[in-house]
């Protein structure tokens, strides 16, 4: 599949397609895994795939400089779903190498780009945003979180930042240029370099790709005033999506039967694993003699994504089901017991984490 | 001179010369001094020409029911002029018949749409502009000031304004709809609802026409979401420019020669004065007969719109200047005399009001 877009749409649906398209297009380094001292799962595995400026992050973790991580978090609906994973797989991994660690709440961009009100927003991310991005692995004591609402700073970066932006680079970063985008988009260069408010300070972005326009317009805005010495350019590794069950490219929320919620009721996950594309052959002869096709699976990439930690076991099952040993009926018995586990501890840790929340000291 | 514009642009130089016009195409009510108890000067003047939903605020004003009215301080200069003069006449107005009163230091508009770091607003709104504001008659006690920059409802208001509106609105009313002045106008409906946060309020903007696009905008805003019965709609009231001396539409400082500053040594005041653009004749002779042609004369206006209090003494010098029984030179005399004893009486207040700053508390 090469279908190759102009423009990536961040409050869209997703036209990439060919991830070294992407990398090629849109002018990115390619991610290589050896530069990064233990790398985790999903960076050894080729889902994390490009990055900009991702030296500056290896010295900083090799030389135990400080840096730091950021990520947002935007509380326009009341679950997430396992694509969202990736993001916080990565931002641990930066958190256990020394960033310091950052979460807002994209309170203000719910409002201005998806209309839900700020105080409804805050509710919601209060009761379940923060408390599942926690329970998928973040440090609380190592993981400063705030509200773009009410974070001043942000704002005023934000603000002192529009006004070296024009309209038509905003229509070639994003497409469109609705005013309510246009806030968005323009605090989140507040948010990305809130941590170098006080001073410069190298820092990472871990993004899905979908994400790059917001990248590009603050680099694109440091590049403008670059001069001001203010800040350092800020860095961003990308990764791709959790395909949909139904092989498309994006898991969403919008096809809910091709999609793992988090929370979810492990039966009604297994059920969708049942139901999900796999590369396996029309018969079970057929099957047996050539494999399944390993890079059509959905099921298999489940497995690769999210539900198998250890490299070796990966490989067996890889191979297993490649040689036609395995069946799609085994690999899916296998997804399902694992995601079950896998969500009756999100589930567990779901419930501790929100415990905690009323104690989560919020910055500004 | 009929010259209208379809768009009237609140950052740039305004094309607004025909009064009439401005009523009918923008659709404005026009304002009757007597629909309001004691009209000020510029009220009752004919400088304040127009408004929308006044009878809502004279209303209040009879009935002694709670209503409010605000404006703001753009801190993108070091000055103000004269002109800036008539909003705080109006807003004095207002608060002197019960209004609750707000000014905000519009230092997140300044950074937007003016490129002025917002620290360096805020240094400028507490050095000068808000002792100004209150040395040109507000009364500091009756007065809530804020910083755009601090007031995180304010921003909430905006950001959740910023989705209902679209770019073709936002063309329509502007002209223009860069980054910064999307941004700029967007916190400028949460500046006008922010007293209506809490509940609904009948409250008045006293501005010049040039500002227009903004109360549109807001008004726009609410009676797309009108359902909700969230806010009242704004009332506002608008004023002419004060010319400039050269009988331009606007004084300004970008031309200092025929703008009268605030501070301004009176010399260099009286001097302008001198070479203002009058309605004289081209010979004495000629005076003496036909009288002057007031309409044409700025030095009658500034008269007229700022150093005469009383109706009468402003009749009698009218009544003598139109005959040609008063020369050029006399009633630049009279003028020069009556800027000298403003301009040294506001530097005194500005003294006075600069000991009160750090006592003033700010509201968000």
Aim: overall charge neutral.
């Amino acid at each position: 599949m090469v279908v190759m877009i102009e423009v990536i749409d961040p409050w869209g649906s997703c036209l990439v397609e060919d991830y070294a398209c992407v990398v090629r297009d849109f002018g990115l380094e390619q991610f290589r895994a050896s530069a990064f001292p233990k790398p985790n799962r999903i960076m050894r595995r080729g889902v994390v795939f490009a990055g900009r400026d991702l030296q500056r992050i290896a010295e900083c973790i090799k030389n135990k400089k400080p840096f730091y991580a950021l990520t947002g978090i935007m509380p326009s609906s009341e679950k997430i779903h396992l694509g969202t994973r990736l993001v916080v797989d990565n931002l641990k991994y930066f958190q256990e190498h020394g960033a310091k660690t950052f979460i807002l709440v994209a309170d203000l961009e719910a409002a201005a780009a998806r209309g839900v009100p700020v105080a409804e927003a805050r509710k919601r991310a209060l009761e379940f945003h923060i408390p599942a991005y926690l329970a998928l692995g973040l440090d609380y004591r190592k993981t400063a979180f705030y509200f773009q609402s009410e974070n001043t700073t942000v704002i005023k970066l934000a603000f002192e930042a529009s006004q070296k932006i024009t309209l038509a680079e905003f229509k070639a970063a994003y497409g469109s240029a609705e005013p309510g985008r246009i806030m968005s988009a323009v605090t989140q260069i507040g948010d990305i370099l809130y941590p170098q408010a006080e001073k410069p300070l190298p820092g990472i972005i871990p993004v899905g790709i979908d994400q790059e326009p917001h990248i590009r317009l603050t680099r694109d805005y440091l590049n403008s005033i670059k001069s001001s010495k203010r800040f350092v350019q800020v860095s961003s590794i990308y990764h791709k999506f959790t395909p949909s069950l139904d092989g498309s490219l994006k898991m969403s929320k919008s096809k809910p039967e091709s999609c793992i919620e988090l929370p979810e009721d492990p039966k009604v996950a297994c059920k969708k694993i049942q139901r999900a594309l796999t590369g396996a052959r029309d018969t079970l002869e057929e099957h047996k003699r050539l494999g399944a096709i390993i890079e059509k699976d959905m099921v298999f990439e489940l497995l690769k994504q999210h539900l198998v930690e250890d490299d070796n076991e990966l490989k067996e099952i890889h191979d297993e089901y490649k040689s036609g040993r395995m069946s799609a009926g085994e690999i899916k018995q296998i997804a399902c017991e694992k995601m079950t586990a896998f969500l009756k501890d999100f589930d567990a840790k779901l419930e501790d984490s929100r415990s905690l929340v009323k104690d989560l000291q919020f910055v500004s």
